[in-house]
Protein backbone atom coordinates (compact mmCIF):
# COMPACT_ATOMS: atom_id res chain seq x y z
CA UNK A 1 0.00 0.00 0.00
CA UNK A 2 1.58 3.69 -1.09
CA UNK A 3 2.11 5.80 2.05
CA UNK A 4 1.37 9.47 1.83
CA UNK A 5 3.21 11.14 -1.20
CA UNK A 6 3.91 14.99 -1.26
CA UNK A 7 4.99 16.92 -4.17
CA UNK A 8 7.12 18.48 -4.85
CA UNK A 9 9.90 17.06 -2.57
CA UNK A 10 11.80 20.73 -2.58
CA UNK A 11 10.97 24.09 -4.36
CA UNK A 12 13.11 27.24 -4.31
CA UNK A 13 11.16 30.13 -4.89
CA UNK A 14 11.86 33.70 -4.43
CA UNK A 15 9.85 36.36 -2.35
CA UNK A 16 6.89 37.33 -3.94
CA UNK A 17 5.98 34.44 -6.35
CA UNK A 18 3.26 32.17 -5.09
CA UNK A 19 3.87 28.32 -4.94
CA UNK A 20 1.57 25.11 -4.79
CA UNK A 21 2.51 21.88 -2.93
CA UNK A 22 0.59 18.57 -2.84
CA UNK A 23 -0.09 16.19 -0.78
CA UNK A 24 -1.70 12.58 -1.61
CA UNK A 25 -3.04 11.15 1.41
CA UNK A 26 -3.69 6.99 1.65
CA UNK A 27 -5.93 5.99 -0.20
CA UNK A 28 -9.36 5.88 1.53
CA UNK A 29 -8.13 8.28 4.62
CA UNK A 30 -10.71 10.37 5.33
CA UNK A 31 -8.56 12.91 7.40
CA UNK A 32 -5.87 15.01 5.88
CA UNK A 33 -3.44 17.27 7.82
CA UNK A 34 -1.05 19.68 7.01
CA UNK A 35 2.08 20.52 9.59
CA UNK A 36 5.07 22.88 8.87
CA UNK A 37 8.48 22.64 10.09
CA UNK A 38 10.39 26.07 10.67
CA UNK A 39 14.42 25.64 10.42
CA UNK A 40 15.44 23.78 13.72
CA UNK A 41 11.51 25.00 15.87
CA UNK A 42 8.90 22.53 16.68
CA UNK A 43 6.28 20.96 13.79
CA UNK A 44 3.29 23.12 13.76
CA UNK A 45 0.33 21.96 13.41
CA UNK A 46 -1.66 23.98 10.13
CA UNK A 47 -4.88 22.50 9.19
CA UNK A 48 -7.28 19.27 9.10
CA UNK A 49 -9.36 18.46 7.13
CA UNK A 50 -11.89 15.39 7.14
CA UNK A 51 -12.82 14.63 3.39
CA UNK A 52 -13.52 18.07 1.58
CA UNK A 53 -14.24 19.78 4.67
CA UNK A 54 -11.77 21.85 6.87
CA UNK A 55 -12.66 20.79 9.97
CA UNK A 56 -9.80 22.85 12.19
CA UNK A 57 -7.56 26.32 10.52
CA UNK A 58 -6.54 27.31 13.80
CA UNK A 59 -2.77 26.84 12.81
CA UNK A 60 -3.00 28.57 9.57
CA UNK A 61 -0.58 31.21 9.62
CA UNK A 62 -2.38 34.22 7.59
CA UNK A 63 -4.48 34.49 4.45
CA UNK A 64 -1.74 33.83 2.25
CA UNK A 65 -1.94 30.19 2.68
CA UNK A 66 -5.09 28.16 1.04
CA UNK A 67 -5.45 25.07 1.19
CA UNK A 68 -8.33 22.77 -0.47
CA UNK A 69 -9.25 19.53 -0.79
CA UNK A 70 -11.52 19.17 -3.93
CA UNK A 71 -13.53 15.72 -4.09
CA UNK A 72 -11.82 14.36 -0.32
CA UNK A 73 -8.67 12.92 -2.26
CA UNK A 74 -5.31 14.78 -2.62
CA UNK A 75 -4.88 18.39 -1.12
CA UNK A 76 -3.57 20.93 -2.22
CA UNK A 77 -1.64 24.23 -0.09
CA UNK A 78 -0.76 27.37 -1.60
CA UNK A 79 1.21 30.55 -0.50
CA UNK A 80 0.43 33.52 -2.52
CA UNK A 81 3.04 35.69 -2.11
CA UNK A 82 5.36 33.72 -0.33
CA UNK A 83 7.25 35.53 2.28
CA UNK A 84 10.74 34.77 3.65
CA UNK A 85 9.42 33.74 6.89
CA UNK A 86 7.37 30.96 5.04
CA UNK A 87 10.90 28.61 4.52
CA UNK A 88 10.37 25.34 5.85
CA UNK A 89 9.54 22.02 5.69
CA UNK A 90 5.61 21.00 4.93
CA UNK A 91 4.43 17.91 6.10
CA UNK A 92 0.97 16.11 5.18
CA UNK A 93 -0.50 13.33 6.90
CA UNK A 94 -3.55 11.31 6.98
CA UNK A 95 -5.52 8.65 8.44
CA UNK A 96 -8.34 6.69 8.40
CA UNK A 97 -11.26 7.64 10.09
CA UNK A 98 -12.33 4.76 12.54
CA UNK A 99 -14.76 7.08 14.71
CA UNK A 100 -12.58 6.70 17.80
CA UNK A 101 -11.23 9.85 19.72
CA UNK A 102 -7.80 9.07 17.73
CA UNK A 103 -6.57 7.94 14.50
CA UNK A 104 -2.84 7.59 14.03
CA UNK A 105 -1.52 10.05 11.52
CA UNK A 106 0.69 8.95 8.93
CA UNK A 107 2.95 11.27 7.56
CA UNK A 108 4.23 12.22 4.01
CA UNK A 109 8.08 13.16 3.12
CA UNK A 110 7.42 16.56 3.21
CA UNK A 111 8.10 19.63 0.91
CA UNK A 112 11.51 21.65 1.65
CA UNK A 113 10.29 25.40 0.43
CA UNK A 114 13.16 27.86 0.41
CA UNK A 115 12.08 31.58 -0.32
CA UNK A 116 14.87 33.50 -1.34
CA UNK B 1 -2.41 26.72 24.65
CA UNK B 2 -0.32 23.05 25.16
CA UNK B 3 3.04 23.39 23.98
CA UNK B 4 6.15 20.13 24.32
CA UNK B 5 9.85 20.75 25.23
CA UNK B 6 12.20 18.45 24.34
CA UNK B 7 15.34 19.39 26.77
CA UNK B 8 18.14 18.03 24.71
CA UNK B 9 18.44 19.37 20.61
CA UNK B 10 21.03 17.14 20.17
CA UNK B 11 22.70 13.88 22.01
CA UNK B 12 25.82 12.10 20.44
CA UNK B 13 26.20 8.38 21.84
CA UNK B 14 28.28 5.57 21.49
CA UNK B 15 27.22 2.60 20.47
CA UNK B 16 25.80 0.23 23.05
CA UNK B 17 25.41 3.63 25.29
CA UNK B 18 21.92 4.10 27.07
CA UNK B 19 19.58 6.56 26.03
CA UNK B 20 16.72 8.99 27.63
CA UNK B 21 15.62 11.94 26.09
CA UNK B 22 13.37 14.22 27.89
CA UNK B 23 10.08 15.45 26.77
CA UNK B 24 7.34 17.70 28.97
CA UNK B 25 4.52 18.92 27.94
CA UNK B 26 2.27 21.99 29.30
CA UNK B 27 -1.54 21.05 29.43
CA UNK B 28 -3.98 19.91 32.41
CA UNK B 29 -6.36 17.73 31.00
CA UNK B 30 -6.45 14.46 29.37
CA UNK B 31 -3.62 13.57 26.80
CA UNK B 32 -2.33 11.15 24.25
CA UNK B 33 1.16 11.10 24.22
CA UNK B 34 3.71 10.03 21.30
CA UNK B 35 7.25 9.46 20.36
CA UNK B 36 7.70 10.01 16.56
CA UNK B 37 11.14 9.21 14.86
CA UNK B 38 12.52 10.29 11.67
CA UNK B 39 15.68 8.44 10.08
CA UNK B 40 17.59 10.17 7.66
CA UNK B 41 15.81 10.41 4.70
CA UNK B 42 12.77 8.57 5.61
CA UNK B 43 9.20 9.87 6.92
CA UNK B 44 7.95 10.29 10.23
CA UNK B 45 6.98 7.00 11.51
CA UNK B 46 5.01 6.09 14.85
CA UNK B 47 7.61 4.71 17.43
CA UNK B 48 5.11 4.03 20.71
CA UNK B 49 1.99 6.14 22.05
CA UNK B 50 0.53 6.22 25.28
CA UNK B 51 -3.29 6.47 25.98
CA UNK B 52 -4.01 5.13 29.29
CA UNK B 53 -3.12 2.56 31.61
CA UNK B 54 0.47 1.17 32.41
CA UNK B 55 2.58 4.41 32.16
CA UNK B 56 5.60 2.31 31.14
CA UNK B 57 5.19 2.07 27.30
CA UNK B 58 7.15 0.02 24.65
CA UNK B 59 7.54 0.85 21.01
CA UNK B 60 9.36 -1.04 18.35
CA UNK B 61 13.04 -1.59 17.98
CA UNK B 62 13.48 -1.64 21.84
CA UNK B 63 12.47 1.61 22.80
CA UNK B 64 10.60 2.25 25.59
CA UNK B 65 8.70 5.87 27.21
CA UNK B 66 7.42 5.98 30.78
CA UNK B 67 4.25 8.74 31.70
CA UNK B 68 4.73 10.55 34.81
CA UNK B 69 1.21 12.64 35.00
CA UNK B 70 3.14 15.11 38.61
CA UNK B 71 5.41 15.91 35.97
CA UNK B 72 3.86 15.97 33.11
CA UNK B 73 6.69 14.00 31.10
CA UNK B 74 7.43 11.20 28.97
CA UNK B 75 10.70 10.62 28.20
CA UNK B 76 11.75 8.42 26.00
CA UNK B 77 14.51 4.83 26.93
CA UNK B 78 16.21 3.00 25.09
CA UNK B 79 18.69 0.28 27.32
CA UNK B 80 21.22 -0.08 24.44
CA UNK B 81 21.36 2.25 21.61
CA UNK B 82 22.74 1.16 17.80
CA UNK B 83 24.27 2.80 15.18
CA UNK B 84 20.88 2.43 13.15
CA UNK B 85 19.27 4.66 15.75
CA UNK B 86 20.81 7.85 14.62
CA UNK B 87 18.00 9.99 13.72
CA UNK B 88 15.53 12.75 14.61
CA UNK B 89 13.13 12.21 17.36
CA UNK B 90 10.16 13.95 18.21
CA UNK B 91 7.72 14.07 21.10
CA UNK B 92 4.11 14.87 20.22
CA UNK B 93 0.90 15.53 22.49
CA UNK B 94 -2.76 15.63 21.26
CA UNK B 95 -5.09 16.99 24.36
CA UNK B 96 -9.17 16.11 25.22
CA UNK B 97 -10.02 19.37 23.21
CA UNK B 98 -9.02 18.23 19.87
CA UNK B 99 -7.32 14.85 19.75
CA UNK B 100 -6.36 15.50 15.72
CA UNK B 101 -4.32 18.23 16.23
CA UNK B 102 -0.90 17.00 17.25
CA UNK B 103 1.78 19.76 19.36
CA UNK B 104 5.09 18.30 18.70
CA UNK B 105 8.29 19.36 20.64
CA UNK B 106 11.31 20.86 18.28
CA UNK B 107 13.12 17.60 18.52
CA UNK B 108 16.01 15.87 19.57
CA UNK B 109 19.04 15.00 16.96
CA UNK B 110 20.29 11.45 17.86
CA UNK B 111 23.92 10.54 16.66
CA UNK B 112 25.05 7.14 17.45
CA UNK B 113 28.95 6.66 16.71
CA UNK B 114 30.07 3.33 15.76
Known amino acids: EAGVTQFPSHSVIEKGQTVTLRCDPISGHDNLYWYRRVMGKEIKFLLHFVKESKQDESGMPNNRFLAERTGGTYSTLKVQPAELEDSGVYFC??????????????FGPGTRLTVL | AQSVSQHNHHVILSEAASLELGCNYSYGGTVNLFWYVQYPGQHLQLLLKYFSGDPLVKGIKGFEAEFIKSKFSFNLRKPSVQWSDTAEYFC????????????FGSGTKLNVKP
Open chain 2, 92 to 103: AVNAGDNFNKFY
Open chain 1, 93 to 106: ASSPWTGRDYNEQF
